[in-house]
Every structure is written in structure tokens, then in C-alpha cells.
């Protein structure tokens, strides 16, 4: 994976990455920082380094605990989301761009996926996910950034018996 930067004559091209069957990498940017996903470099899974375009220096940015996975990032103007699961419990990691502090989202369920919305837009202060458990459909949450307030915004409506989950034991196999 290269960089080429187009403005420079004769085209500079500088190696990101060299990917192989063992070491995979994805890139976004924000604000003149490249932020790599890669499972390279010593760590048991994905984490996410970060590259200022200027200088070139390359540091981790986020890796994640041990038993943890990152299974999907989303990157706007001044916060990121981690999508991570550690063995069947999703969490959300907000990480302010800026101060680097962060926020976890903990849903309270023992089995579940939580997944991003179609979050458009790259200046934005809210964000749109799904919550998804065996036990129910997918449900819609809000969160603001600015506020720290997650929203329930759309929960499906079924008919007939609830489910008692409270019931049941579910792990992922």
C-alpha cells in the first residue's frame, strides 16, 4: 500500500504498507493524520496506529486489550468509533480525535453485535448503530457526541408472548 502524494514533481510515493497473507491493513484519514488498521506489528489483533501526513511519524493510536477484537471503525472530523468484541459482548469506543479521552458504550448484553449505522457525513456530532441479539431484532441507537447521550430511536414491534431471555443461557459457539 503506497501514498503518493501528487502536488510533489517528480511524484513522491512512500511505502504505508506491505501487505501479505499474515499482515493486513486499512487506511482512513482525518485532518491530515492517516489512522491504519492493521494486524501487524506485535499485536494479537487489529488495533489502529496513527500517521501524520507532514512528518511522516507513525505511533499506536489504540490497541486493544487482551481477548479483544476490533471488528470495525469509523472515523469523522474529531471522534472515532472502535467497534470491538471481546469473546460474545460487543462494546463501542468513542475516542475524541482531539484529547484523545474516551467514551465506552456497554449495552448490558451478554450476546450481542452492535453494529454502525449508515453514518454519512464527515463533520457530524451524532451517529446512527444497531444493537442485534439472538433474543430481538436489530435496535436503532442515537448517540451524540457533544452530549454523551445514547437515545433508543427505533425498537421493532412484535406481536404474541415477550421473550424472557432471562430464561435462556446463550454463548457463541
Given at each position: 500500500?503506497?501514498?503518493?502524494?501528487?502536488?510533489?514533481?517528480p511524484?513522491?510515493?512512500?511505502?504505508?504498507?506491505?501487505?501479505s497473507?499474515?499482515a493486513?491493513c486499512?487506511?482512513?484519514?482525518?485532518?491530515?493524520?492517516?489512522?491504519?488498521m492493521?494486524?501487524?506489528?506485535g499485536?494479537?489483533?487489529?488495533k489502529?496506529?496513527?500517521?501524520d501526513?507532514?512528518?511522516?511519524?507513525?505511533?499506536?493510536?489504540?490497541?486493544?486489550?487482551?481477548?479483544?477484537?476490533?471488528?470495525?471503525?469509523?472515523?469523522?472530523?474529531?471522534?472515532?468509533?472502535?467497534?470491538?468484541?471481546?469473546?460474545?459482548?460487543?462494546?463501542?469506543k468513542?475516542?475524541?480525535?482531539?484529547?484523545?479521552?474516551?467514551?465506552?458504550l456497554?449495552?448490558?448484553?451478554?450476546?450481542?453485535?452492535?453494529?454502525?449505522?449508515a453514518?454519512?457525513?464527515?463533520?457530524?456530532?451524532e451517529?446512527?448503530?444497531?444493537?442485534?441479539?439472538?433474543?430481538?431484532?436489530?435496535?436503532?441507537?442515537?448517540?451524540?457526541?457533544?452530549?454523551?447521550?445514547?437515545?433508543?430511536i427505533?425498537?421493532?414491534?412484535?406481536?404474541?408472548?415477550?421473550?424472557?431471555?432471562?430464561?435462556?443461557?446463550?454463548?457463541?459457539?
Amino acid at each position: 500500500m503506497h501514498l503518493i502524494k501528487k502536488s510533489s514533481r517528480p511524484l513522491k510515493v512512500d511505502k504505508l504498507f506491505c501487505r501479505s497473507l499474515s499482515a493486513r491493513c486499512s487506511v482512513n484519514s482525518s485532518e491530515g493524520v492517516l489512522y491504519l488498521m492493521t494486524d501487524t506489528e506485535g499485536c494479537h489483533d487489529y488495533k489502529v496506529v496513527k500517521q501524520d501526513l507532514a512528518s511522516g511519524k507513525r505511533e499506536d493510536f489504540y490497541v486493544p486489550e487482551h481477548g479483544q477484537s476490533v471488528y470495525e471503525v469509523d472515523i469523522f472530523k474529531n471522534f472515532m468509533l472502535l467497534y470491538l468484541k471481546n469473546v460474545s459482548k460487543s462494546i463501542v469506543k468513542i475516542i475524541d480525535l482531539k484529547t484523545k479521552s474516551t467514551t465506552e458504550l456497554n449495552f448490558g448484553l451478554e450476546v450481542c453485535t452492535i453494529l454502525p449505522g449508515a453514518n454519512e457525513g464527515y463533520d457530524i456530532n451524532e451517529v446512527v448503530m444497531f444493537v442485534n441479539t439472538p433474543f430481538q431484532y436489530n435496535v436503532a441507537y442515537r448517540y451524540n457526541f457533544l452530549t454523551k447521550i445514547l437515545t433508543k430511536i427505533q425498537e421493532p414491534k412484535l406481536t404474541g408472548e415477550k421473550f424472557d431471555e432471562s430464561q435462556y443461557k446463550a454463548h457463541i459457539v
